[in-house]
């Protein structure tokens, strides 16, 4: 552990999943002292930022969350002082912030992804009409382009061209660029990515599908199959593509990527979290269990991958 260094821990800050953050940097601080490491605490909301310059810290846990956190800014920030961070670097965080930019990198790179386009919050009836004729079939997905925790995120049944544009109003309250994507009903599935190497799949069984953001952080609704119940081929399928998609946004470190498997068996990723959560009910610990590595030793894991850009 001595060879750690003095850790700095990132948590708080000033997204929408502030809370979040601050849950999960608690659990990494706990762990971090249990296992010995010389770690303090960060809040970028209210501790100067100078403090990180002259505090002779040698690596940084990123426990952050959304924008600001995990967008590339913190990482730039981390590089000009040369301090060593975990997660990936300034290039691929604000790449994996962006659902649109990650999906069509992803396309690129032959990985299935869901059809989407991005809308205006002020789009004419005329475009929600083609939207919904286009990719509605099945329902439309509506989501703030950069925010995570499925914050601001609308599912529409039955969309119409009213409460379409309802939805664009609401996650337009939260990002100037809007998602809104064919409503993929089918099983559910995450893929923590840890060093390149995909952990066990896990399953997500939410009530009536709504994996939402009390769902996903509070109560005992939801329940989780680890590792999911896939036959060989797909388990071997699913965590190839995800290892690929870790790959080909230049990630590094670890990330938690979310996928849907369609009716005919095929699955699509959705989006890359290049901060995974570490709360109670969070997931990458959950696939890291699985393979016999505790809270604690997933941290420093990930604390010893921890790297600046080069």
Known sequence: MKSLGRVVLLMGGVSSEREVSLMSGEGVYNALLEKGVDVTKFDPKTDRLETLEKGVFDRAFIALHGRLGEDGTIQGVLNYLNLPYTGPGVTASAMAIDKDLTKRVWKSAGIPVPQGV?????????????????????????????DGSSIGVTKLNTPTVETLRQALAEAATRDQTVLVEEYIRGREFTVAVLDGQALPVIEIRAPEGDYDFNNKYFGDAVSYDC????????????????????????????????????????????????????????????????????????????????????
């Open 118 to 146: 991005v809308l205006a919050a002020d789009a004419s009836d005329d475009e929600l009409a083609q939207v919904i004729e286009t990719l509605g079939a099945t329902g439309l997905v509506v989501k703030p382009a950069h």
């Open 227 to 310: 590792p999911a119940k896939l036959n060989d081929t797909e388990t071997a399928s699913l965590s190839a593509t995800c290892e690929k998609a870790f790959k080909a946004i230049g990630a590094r470190g670890w990330s938690r990527i979310d996928a849907m498997q369609r009716s005919d068996g095929s699955f699509v990723l959705l989006e890359i979290n290049t901060s995974p959560g570490m709360t109670p009910h969070s997931l990458v610990p959950m696939a890291a269990r699985a393979v016999g590595m505790t809270y604690g030793d997933l941290c420093v894991k990930v604390l010893s991958l921890a790297q600046t850009d080069k």
